[in-house]
């Protein structure tokens, strides 16, 4: 543990400190070699492929083994699949409505139809899943766009900024990237069998790869996600690693002049730069363990084909930076599916069993190795990765080593990070605490400054109800007005009835961590408007054995209002008893206790019917509101949450 400590704390670069905002210019990738280093160490002519060719069938079933007649079994559903075709009208539904999915369900059945088809021709070596694959090879290549309606618009990618693709201009967003992806392994692997049908078809594949990913990559420099042109206090998060790695996939796939591949290959490492820049050496991931796949999974995958392109030669696997980034989805598992879920994240989860192992390998982390075998053994692992066709066949390389190693997790006493401002403590009977400082800017951001959540015996009992299905307004000005990005439906205080704002100034500050003592603490009050009054809010939780106190110390300018001190939680409650709020979930029981002289409680249902919220805690949650009686300048809150046998 203080090995652990020591990892996490001691950061001897200089870091550039705006509101809310650090970034340090490590470029750790531009050091480990330029231009002339990338051109000297590439790979040429796809040598570096770690896979059998098409042909070799001895080759592919060593490699598949057990995996090959389920790989062949999820073909043979679509070899009567009726490929869907997405109407200009699903892409206006985004202006229209909002709805992204009209667009995007039947666009995600094509891509993820050709991947399970490419897998299965592979596995099988027959000509028999090659016909379908063509098909949704050309209709593919028919297509104006591969640009989600979403991208097109609300992101700013398109410069008419609508949602129906344009013809006169290329866009490279996440989903057009995997396409590419996707499409260019079927090119190396299937060329030779397209021509055996129609030579038009592999020359039509790799003209539309070319204008639409290779070109359009070495060309246009506006894309956000590419941080050429970041301003200070900008974001870089997940895009930045998953558009390049895409990227980066095509080029070596298909580039085979030694010179534009070199500097294809450097220009996506200055990218990448930005984003391992713009993150905090201490290796959370601030958009939470959803996103941890999509941004440090997404950056593994781009440095091991970096690593796999030059032959060992352009690598940073041995930066401690980049063993935190991976170990952070380690520590941000709580148990029996259930991870602390800030921001966007959901609360159910643990990772890709995959490609957490193949992280850990590549640094040298037998806790995240372990904690994939143990995933693995739980029963949520795959080794289809849908249209990410590169980690389905990594999955399918390190299968047989994978299952080798030894399956171990153990929740850590605590986990530390002093840059995003993340603390989890845990106690031996069972409880888990998570908490936050941060700002109020942070990719997907929740204004969620000094909230909390707490875990008994695995079970999450006060919540983040994390967010619901995406809309055009989860990405727009109208973001906050949805109730689930609000603080007052996080774990917060209502200052003077004042809730929290968005933007990098409203942050917290004087933020401590005291593992000797169970303690966390941060004063809240520069994450309020000036119409809150408030002067200071020092919010502080002590984990014990007995439970959890949480303490707040506040001095206000004016009275304007009473406060309110919010808490979401789910299951059964009883207010009955002034005083007490016992709460049960599924079992646990547990009880908050507040001054009833201060506070009188009430209780609002709030009905779920968004999907992707009622998946995970069922019809309904519960915001208490504890109200206070009197009003006074300066004062302090005490309230204790205690395990109830």
């Known amino acids: 543990m203080n090995t652990l400590l020591k990892i996490f704390t001691c950061f001897l670069l200089a870091i550039v400190c705006l509101p809310g905002f650090a970034y ?201 996600w590419m941080a050429f042109n970041l301003q200070p206090g900008g974001m870089v998060n997940n895009w930045n690693p998953w558009c390049n790695f895409n990227a980066l996939q095509c080029f070596m796939l298909l580039e085979n002049d030694k010179d534009v591949l070199a500097k294809a290959v450097w220009r996506s490492m200055t990218s990448v730069d930005k984003f391992i820049n713009y993150t905090h050496e201490d290796g959370a991931c601030e958009e939470g ?126 986990t530390w990070y002093p840059e995003t401002e993340f603390c989890y403590m845990s106690n031996k009977k069972g409880l888990f605490f998570a908490s936050k400082g941060g700002y109020n800017n942070e990719s997907h951001n929740h204004n969620d400054v000094g909230t909390f959540s707490l875990y008994q015996n695995t079970t999450p009992v006060f919540i983040d109800a994390g967010v619901g299905t995406y809309t055009r307004q989860t990405f727009s000005s109208e973001r906050y007005s949805i109730w689930t990005m609000q603080s007052n439906y996080h774990n917060l205080p209502m200052i003077n009835g004042v809730p929290q704002s968005f933007g990098a100034q409203y942050k917290a500050t004087r933020v401590q961590f005291n593992p000797r003592k169970n303690t966390f603490s941060a004063d809240i009050a520069s994450a309020y408007p000036s119409q809150s009054e408030v002067k200071s809010w020092v919010r502080s939780y002590t984990l014990s054995d007995t439970g959890l106190r949480i303490e707040d110390a506040f001095t206000l300018n004016k009275v304007v209002a009473p406060n309110q001190v919010n808490f979401l939680t789910w299951g059964n409650v009883d207010l009955s008893a002034p005083g007490e709020v016992l709460i049960n979930v599924n079992g646990e029981k547990m009880k908050l206790v507040y001054d009833k002289q201060a506070f009188s409680a009430a209780k609002e249902v709030i009905e779920l019917t968004d999907p992707r919220l009622s998946n995970v805690w069922g019809k309904e949650i519960y915001r208490i509101s504890l109200n206070a009686k009197n009003s006074s300048l300066k004062g302090k809150y005490v309230f204790t949450i205690q395990p109830v046998k």
């Not at 259930?338 to 069993?353: C, I, L, M, Q, T």
């Open 24 to 224: 340090t210019e490590r470029n750790l990738l531009q050091k480990e070699g330029d231009l002339d280093k990338v051109k000297a160490s590439l790979v040429m002519d796809q040598k570096w492929v770690p896979y059998p060719a098409y042909a070799d069938r001895a080759g592919w079933d060593k490699l598949l083994g057990a995996n090959k007649e389920a790989m062949i079994a999820r073909g043979e559903k679509l070899l009567d699949y009726q490929w869907q075709v997405v109407k200009a009208t699903d892409y206006l539904e985004y202006e229209r409505s909002g709805n992204r999915k009209i667009m995007e369900d039947p666009f995600g059945k094509n891509n993820g139809a050709i991947a399970d088809l490419m897998m299965a021709e592979l596995a099988e070596g027959k000509g028999r899943f090659i016909d379908q694959l063509i098909n949704g090879v050309f209709q593919s290549c028919e297509m104006t766009s591969w640009v989600l309606s979403a991208h097109l618009g609300s992101q700013g990618a398109q410069l008419s900024h609508r949602s129906l693709p344009d013809y006169k201009e290329h866009i490279i967003d996440l989903t057009a990237g995997d396409m590419g992806s996707l499409l260019s392994w079927s090119y190396y692997f299937f060329n030779k069998e397209f021509d055996k049908v129609d030579p038009v078809i592999s020359q039509r594949l790799r003209k539309e790869l070319q204008e639409r990913i290779l070109d359009t990559y070495m060309n246009v420099d506006r894309f956000w």
């Open 289 to 414: 363990p959803s996103y941890w796949g999509h941004a440090a999974g997404k950056m593994y995958d781009y440095l091991q084909m970096l690593y796999d392109g030059t032959g060992g030669k352009i690598s940073i696997f041995d930066q401690p930076m980049i063993k935190n980034m991976g170990e952070y989805i380690v520590r941000s598992y709580v148990g029996n599916g259930w991870v602390v879920n800030f921001a966007d994240a959901s609360a159910k989860g643990g990772g890709d069993a995959q490609i957490i192992y193949r992280y850990g390998k590549a640094v040298n982390s037998p806790l995240m190795k372990q904690y994939a075998a143990f995933l693995q053994k739980q029963g949520s692992s795959s080794l289809s990765s849908g249209r990410d066709i590169f980690r389905t066949l990594q999955s399918v390389l390190y299968a047989n080593e994978m299952e080798q190693e030894k399956a171990s997790y153990q929740v850590p006493a605590y």
